[in-house]
Structure formats: structure tokens, C-alpha cells
């Protein structure tokens, strides 16, 4: 069993930044590929960026490159995603997961295990 836990939410002003934390539990956290989604009020939740069990591949959906940055830091269990230039429809709670089994960093919503998410609302 794997628990993932989100922070790092919060209300910004466009064009501001916010950097997402997402801690996970167990001994074996190098062993995940990790994902970031988010998922807006009224729309499917969607793929944000995910990144390899070493760090050295990462995935951005288009919506985001060039803004955002996944990073993991394997001694402390913790993945990151660093959001700067915020728009308003970057508003939504966003969800890390975990994938145990793939080899390539997976951009649908297969993953293993989810967190509960954190809230970011970005206003106007």
C-alpha cells in the first residue's frame, strides 16, 4: 500500500507561482514512476506532468510546458511540481499518483495509487 499526500495549494493572482509537494510513505518510493493530474470543476481530470523513478525522463502535458516543473527528491519520498506563470484556467485540485509497474513515465490515468489532492485556484 502506498499513501501519497498533497500540499503545497493555495489561491494565487495570475502570473504567479506555486510549487505542489506530494509525500509518499514506504521504503520503496525509487520504485515509483510518479505523476502529477488535476482535474477542474466540470471537466475530467487530465494528465499534468510525471517524471521516471531516477528523475532523468519527464512527460508535460502541452497546456503546461515551458511553465511547469516536476522534480522528486528520492531521499525524502517527495515529488514536486513547481508552477510559475499561473492562468486562471490552471484552477483545479490537483492529485499526484504513483505507478508501480510501468517502465515509461505513463501519461493516462492508470496509475497504482492516488492522493486526495490540493485545491489551487489562480484569479484574475
Known amino acids: 500500500q502506498v499513501q501519497l499526500v498533497e500540499s503545497g495549494g493555495g489561491l494565487v493572482q495570475a502570473g504567479g507561482s506555486l510549487r505542489l509537494s506530494c509525500a509518499a510513505s514506504g521504503r520503496t518510493f525509487m520504485s515509483y514512476i510518479m505523476g502529477w493530474f488535476r482535474q477542474a470543476p466540470g471537466k475530467e481530470r487530465e494528465f499534468v506532468a510525471g517524471?521516471?523513478?531516477?528523475?532523468?525522463?519527464?512527460a508535460y502535458a502541452d497546456s503546461v510546458k515551458g511553465r511547469f516543473t516536476i522534480s522528486r527528491d528520492n531521499a525524502k519520498n517527495t515529488v514536486y511540481l513547481e508552477m510559475n506563470t499561473l492562468k486562471p484556467e490552471d484552477t483545479a485540485v490537483y492529485y499526484c499518483?504513483?505507478?508501480?509497474?510501468?517502465?515509461?513515465?505513463?501519461?493516462?490515468?492508470?496509475?497504482?495509487?492516488w492522493g486526495q489532492g490540493t485545491q489551487v485556484t489562480v484569479s484574475s
Open positions: 499518483a504513483a505507478d508501480l509497474t510501468r517502465r515509461t513515465v505513463p501519461t493516462d490515468q492508470g496509475y497504482d495509487y
Open positions: 517524471i521516471s523513478r531516477r528523475g532523468g525522463s519527464t
